[in-house]
């Protein structure tokens, strides 16, 4: 009992359920999104919000191709939502956070003779044996 308490109280295992829990209700909040606003404003565009009654005949064998292209235009307005709304912003507060930082020193450097990355205190070239002066 005590190795699974230790197991639960881990910081990845409460980390991985907040996420979880914040990630369905993020979802719901995407999907509203997607159901409510920008589909209302598509069918202002095309006329018909809904495909599902979509059908294809081909020699008499019905394909009902309505409801794969409601799911794919759905998938296509959660991922652009997601993305302008979301990664977006995101980036640009990561962006401005590290205005400020120095650049990391660099641990490697090309050899001038292979082009290969070697550690910044070798000598020689693991690869073509080259000497670095």
Same mark, same amino acid.
């Given at each position: 009992? @005590?190795?699974?308490?230790?197991?639960?109280?881990?910081? +990845?295992?409460?980390? $991985?359920?907040?996420?979880?829990?914040?990630?369905?209700?993020?979802?719901?909040?995407?999907?509203?999104?997607? @159901?409510? $606003?920008?589909?209302?404003?598509?069918?202002?565009?095309?006329?018909?919000?809904?495909?599902?009654?979509?059908?294809?005949?081909? *020699?008499?064998? @019905?394909?009902?191709?309505?409801?794969?292209? +409601?799911?794919? $235009?759905?998938?296509?307005?959660?991922?652009?939502?997601?993305?302008?709304?979301?990664?977006?912003?995101? +980036?640009?507060?990561?962006?401005?956070? *590290?205005?400020?930082?120095?650049?990391?020193? =660099?641990?490697?450097?090309?050899?001038?003779?292979?082009?290969?990355?070697? =550690?910044?205190?070798?000598?020689?070239?693991?690869?073509?044996?080259?000497?670095?002066?």
């Amino acid at each position: 009992m @005590k190795g699974f308490k230790q197991f639960l109280l881990r910081g +990845n295992v409460i980390d $991985l359920a907040v996420a979880v829990v914040i990630g369905a209700a993020f979802g719901a909040v995407v999907a509203a999104l997607v @159901k409510d $606003l920008i589909t209302p404003l598509i069918a202002l565009v095309i006329g018909k919000p809904d495909f599902s009654a979509l059908v294809l005949d081909v *020699r008499g064998t @019905k394909f009902p191709i309505g409801d794969f292209i +409601n799911a794919v $235009l759905s998938f296509l307005f959660v991922a652009a939502a997601i993305y302008y709304f979301v990664v977006l912003p995101v +980036n640009a507060i990561v962006a401005r956070a *590290r205005r400020g930082e120095a650049p990391a020193d =660099p641990t490697t450097k090309k050899c001038p003779e292979c082009l290969s990355e070697v =550690p910044i205190a070798a000598k020689r070239c693991a690869f073509c044996t080259v000497a670095f002066s």
